[in-house]
């Protein structure tokens, strides 16, 4: 088994980093194998909803100039997915935020059923407001969401202070022993049996 890990803080060794390795680490303990993806410093475009990802059924998205797809392939081999984010102005990220909704949009098939999970670090607020936006498209997406002591929040400022927060990186642990076990439940008779699902029934409230 393999869990995808997407820093998506623009400082490579920051604290973000820090927390995802945390969770890394623990999972590798239970014999399960990670890969903690950077998003990097370079632009990442957000979705126009031009609709040519399912209009041309491509499974990647139309734009080609950016991280995204390369980390949609990513998705093939694994099994599990935890995102990470700092917090900014009470959000994640907007680089990470264009990448979940481009991804979840033009390859949503390569998550369906893959447990999930959100980690955000922050200064000092704004980190529950975060985590529930990044939780969200988790629940659109029929991923289980794997849970913790706490919510998936780690403090600390200047690089390297994340370490310092014990109960946050305690945190990361608990959450990674969490999705190592429901992996195993998952995938104990090395077939994952998910559940059938309805065919959608999309509708809105214009009359």
């Known amino acids: 088994m393999k869990v995808l890990l997407i820093n998506g803080s623009p400082r490579r060794a920051g604290n973000t ?13 239970h014999g399960i194998e990670t890969e903690i993806v950077q998003i990097g410093v370079k632009p990442v475009r ?11 059924d491509l ?3 139309v734009f080609d100039d950016d991280i995204c797809n390369r980390i949609s392939e990513k998705l093939d081999d694994a099994d599990a997915l935890i995102i990470g ?6 959000q994640p990220n907007g680089s990470v935020l ?4 481009r991804m979840f949009f033009s390859a949503g098939e390569k998550v369906q059923n893959k447990p999930a999970a959100a980690v955000c670090v922050c200064r000092r607020g704004g ?5 529930q936006t990044m939780n969200m498209p988790f629940q659109m997406m ?41 992996l195993t439940k ?5 077939n994952a049996d998910y559940p059938e699902r309805e065919p959608w029934q999309p509708m809105h409230f214009i009359r």
């Open 46 to 56: 957000g979705c126009i909803a031009c609709g040519q990802c399912k209009v041309k």
């Open 59 to 61: 499974g990647r998205c």
């Open 127 to 131: 980190a529950t407001a975060a985590f």
């Open 186 to 190: 998952i995938h104990a008779d090395g």
């Open 142 to 182: 029929n991923m289980p969401v794997v849970t913790s002591q706490y919510w998936n929040i780690v403090y600390g400022r200047e690089e390297g202070q994340a370490a310092l927060d014990t109960e946050g990186m305690q945190t990361m642990r608990t959450m990674a022993n969490n999705m190592a076990w429901l």
């Open 98 to 101: 264009s990448l979940i909704q």
């Open 17 to 29: 980093f820090l927390a995802l390795s945390e969770a890394a680490k623990t999972l590798e303990s």
């Open 85 to 90: 984010s700092p917090v900014y102005y009470g």
